[in-house]
């Protein structure tokens, strides 16, 4: 199915809050099972599939993960977009200091369809993605360099974007007019005052991730909490 139909079908799905109207690859779940078991002890919570099916991916996508990490989402993702695709790996500079991002490499390479990136957000070639992830990162951005890094962030997602590229923006929620920074959270409605400002379309406000245990008083990383926080979960798309 060419890219005109496939994402025609995907804007039906964003629209009408269906999940995938075009499936996933036959081996999605298989290559899911294969991840790490430290990965898969976070599926409850972090909900993979889920995730995928909501922001509409497809076999055969270009995916950035963005600010990757050790790379959970971008083991989800390759099994999402399938061998005819592609994630891109968003890793930033500081891993070339370790061994030449060495373990990234290695990761990449085991998947067979990642791309690892050792440049800021802004160094990822504009306009050649139909999706993004970022998760658990734009608090720091807003937290510890204020709004207009918030907006920048986001701003960055959306230039990597083709025209009616979708994003699944994800974090830690936390309580409105509290110390966040402390709490490494971030208010629901200041994510999405910040996603306006970058120019970006609410397509869903989802619940999802939501954890009703998590009252926002805790920091995110605390451990009574389990790394199962209450988290704010926008799909957002870019204009067409």
């Known amino acids: 199915m060419n890219q005109f139909f496939k994402r025609t ?9 269906a999940t995938s109207v075009l499936a996933l690859p036959a081996d999605f779940d298989a290559k899911m099972a294969a991840r790490p078991d430290a990965d898969k002890a976070r599926d409850e919570a972090r909900k993979p599939k889920e995730t995928v ?7 055969g996508w270009t995916v950035v993960d963005v600010s990757a990490g050790g790379g959970w989402f971008t083991r989800v993702l390759s099994a999402a977009v399938g061998p005819n695709g592609k994630v891109l790996a968003q890793f930033g500079e500081r891993p070339l200091q370790t061994n030449n991002g060495q373990a990234q490499k290695d990761m990449a390479a085991s998947l067979g369809n990642v791309e690892p990136q050792f440049v800021a957000m802004s160094g990822v070639a504009a306009g050649t993605a139909d999706a993004a992830v970022t998760a658990m990162n734009l608090h720091d951005a807003f937290n510890f360099r204020g709004e ?3 907006v920048a962030f986001i701003k960055d997602i959306f230039n990597v974007l083709k025209p009616g590229g979708v994003a699944a ?3 830690h929620e936390g309580n409105t007019g509290v110390d966040n920074k402390e709490l490494h959270r971030i208010a629901h409605d200041t994510v999405k005052s910040l996603i306006e400002k970058a120019g970006f379309e609410i397509v869903t406000d989802s619940q999802l991730l939501n954890n009703a245990a998590d009252d926002h008083s805790k920091s995110s990383s605390d451990e009574t909490l389990g790394r199962s926080t209450d988290q704010v979960f926008f799909v957002v798309r870019k204009p067409a």
């Open 148 to 150: 207009e890094a918030g």
């Open 9 to 17: 079908a995907l804007c039906l799905t964003l629209a009408f809050g």
């Open 53 to 59: 099916e909501l922001l509409g991916i497809q076999e």
């Open 169 to 171: 923006i994800i974090d």
